[in-house]
């Protein structure tokens, strides 16, 4: 009876210390919001865009330092561009390795366009309403407001994610809670350029990223609010088009009705792409997907309905494609125009005919669809309107033999990774994130972003999640980028759920 009531005693203690250690960690968390604060300030403060490699060093040797200061053994890798940091903390018997993957870069910047404080001095805005405060970290006495947000370049895409997994190790740490595993991190410093070199790092040092799971940890939480596990990525390729007219700006008076122009040329190019619908026209644009399983349609009907306040959210009132939700629509390839380029407008415009147009396209890419071969699939198309693909800019003689003259070029691009949402380790997965959140999380078969995931799940072929923590409408990439605090609070427990999961 003594043996049998020990062991009820044990089962006890299993049953409640997940919810103790998330308790210690809420209330060490609650005690130190200032701290945490203070360090992702810090490290927003640093400037990240890509292209300046001093300014990555200095990011690289900070992480490493924040690392080392947690027990880690941390090393910067050189690469081809910013330099990735490679870290790795054991745990006393660990029962697994977990590898944790984030990216320290950000998007360019102009700072005219930013509302709130230049974009590397972070600020507090204490709401939306015309009576909203901006606070400096200075400024911030009292209790905190979850809603309040933190606006700065990477405040949510991807630095404050990095902080909410230190902070989880220090309420660990604090808390006598001891990591269930060995964790491994992986700090990119050119995700935003399309890594170039990850690649090649994960060939190369592959053994020591490697773990029985790795958790990219980037992109937006689902709208509803819900934590997001995602269980793939989206891979990427961006082209530009560039259609050239008369070998020199024209008079639109002189020369109007009589001399070609190239911007309308292209837009009539970029209208063909897509049907009224919104459907890619493009020939085989669709082919190679690979179909949804039952699971992964069962995961996404169980995600609540968001469009309708989506919309709400970002001032439309219809869908380009309505024929299905959108978090089908991550599961198929998708076509978008994001920039557009020829003569001049506003105060500076003139009454010309433009010498050439250009268009930059960004290409989604799903599961088993190469980037190569749906570049291949534009430049068809783009023929198929009559035009001639250059691969230079065009000549006299090209010009003299061809009424209408394209170029065509690929911008980087890698491919789409997918992971079973029926493997051991992704029931462990859930129900960690499940128990932390109190209740049901989002499962996303594919996040709707783009990541290097294909690297791991495909290349070092480990089983790769996503976890999302940041706000939806942090206006990554663009001016105003904010993170919403109460999700950097929910960050740090959901990390502290996944360190400590049985």
Sequence with gaps: MKHFMMACGVLVALAVAPDSTLTQVRTWRTQHEMAILRELFDLLSLPNVATNQGDMARNADALTQMLARRRFTAEILPTSGSPVVLAERRAPNAVRTLTFYFHYDGQPVDPREWTHGPPFTPV?????????????????????????????????DDKSPIVAFLAAIDALDASAAPLTSTVRVILEGDEEAGSPSLDAIVRAHGDRMRGDALMMVDGPRHASGRTTLNFGARGVMAAVITVYGANRDLHSGNYGNWAPNPALALARLLASMKDERGRVTIAGFYDDVVPLTAAERRAIEEIPDVEPSLMRAFGFSRQENASQRLELWHNQPALNVNGLESGTVGGQGRTIIPADASARLDVRLVKAIDPARQFERIVAHVRAQGFFVADAEPDAAMRAAHPWIARVTRVGGYPAGRTSMDLPIAASIVKALSDAAAGPIVRLPTLGGSLPFYVFSDVLKVPTFGLSVVNFDNNQHGPNENLRIENLWGAVESMAALLTMP
């Design 124 to 156: 507090v805005v204490t709401g939306p309403a015309a009576d909203a405060r901006t606070l400096t970290l200075a400024q911030l006495t009292g209790p905190i407001d979850g809603e309040w947000r933190i606006y700065g370049r990477s405040s949510s």
